[in-house]
Nanobody
Framework: QVQLVESGGGLVQAGGSLRLSCAAS????????MGWFRQAPGKEREFVAV???????AYADSVKGRFTISRDRTKNTVYLQMNTLKPEDTAVYYC??????????????????WGQGTQVTVSS
């Protein structure tokens, strides 16, 4: 089993920054991609960013240029640096692990393990 624990959420004013962390423990999967998703009240969970095992990245258009995903394999941790935050970024943010080797997906159904989520609230 894999455990994913997010941290770093909070309340920030529009234009501010936050850095989310996702620490993985338990069974490890080589060649796996890690993703960040978010879910606002009344909306479906949506893709935010993904980083492949080889550190290729992809982003949703809504966050491109503002958010950066990175990973530290020595710490089994993935990060999401969020800059120039907007009120519409308010959501619960989840990290997720895709155990299929060498795949880099933005489709949430292809992710096998999820964290419990961390709340990000951006005030206007």
């Amino acid at each position: 089993q894999v455990q994913l624990v997010e941290s770093g959420g909070g309340l920030v004013q529009a234009g501010g920054s936050l850095r989310l962390s996702c620490a993985a423990s338990g069974r490890t999967f080589s060649s796996s991609a890690m993703g960040w998703f978010r879910q606002a009240p009344g909306k479906e969970r949506e893709f935010v960013a993904v980083i492949s095992w080889t550190n290729n990245t992809a982003y949703a258009d809504s966050v491109k240029g503002r958010f950066t995903i990175s990973r530290d394999r020595t710490k089994n941790t993935v990060y999401l640096q969020m800059n120039t935050l907007k009120p519409e970024d308010t959501a619960v943010y989840y990290c997720a692990l895709d155990t299929t080797p060498w795949r880099t997906s933005s489709n949430r159904v292809e992710y096998d393990y999820w964290g419990q989520g961390t709340q990000v609230t951006v005030s206007s």
